[in-house]
């Protein structure tokens, strides 16, 4: 069955029937939601009011509290690792792993420099110690990853 609405009702009537199921609507989502719409709302002002009063004042506030922060930053918020929750590795991280790859050539000649300067019996002595630890993790039952030292 089909009923012709324009039959019975004028477009006026139509308008303001549309106007009343458009504010119930409204009203509704309000109750439902109006801890989040007004949270939200607030953000919005408080970010548009923030934004109106930084200036070049509150820029150097920044810039200055910015600097201050990281020179009490640690070294391992600087030099972070990426986490089990998969956050990203810090700049400072990336920075340093790029200088070391970057920089392998000096690390190799530091090796070979420290292996150079050893005498024979000192590293006669380095290795025995170095195959004593492993026989005994062995014997242990400890294992370890291809990184991990022992």
Known sequence: MEIDINRYLSEEDKKRIAEEEYRQ???SAVVVDK???????????????VDEQF???????LV????????N????SVFKRKDAWDRDESKG???????VDNN???IE???AEIIDSLDASQFHYKLEELMYQVVENRLLGKTFKQDEEF
């Open 104 to 106: 392998k050539h000096l």
């Open 25 to 27: 609507a409204i009203r």
């Open 109 to 111: 000649d530091k090796v």
């Open 73 to 76: 930053l640690s070294s391992h």
């Open 55 to 61: 200036g070049e004042d509150m820029n150097k506030i």
């Open 35 to 49: 801890e989040r719409i007004l949270s939200n709302a607030a953000y919005t002002v408080v970010q548009k009011l």
């Open 93 to 99: 991280y990336k920075y340093l792993q790029e200088a």
């Open 64 to 71: 200055d509290r910015t600097v201050e922060i990281i020179k």
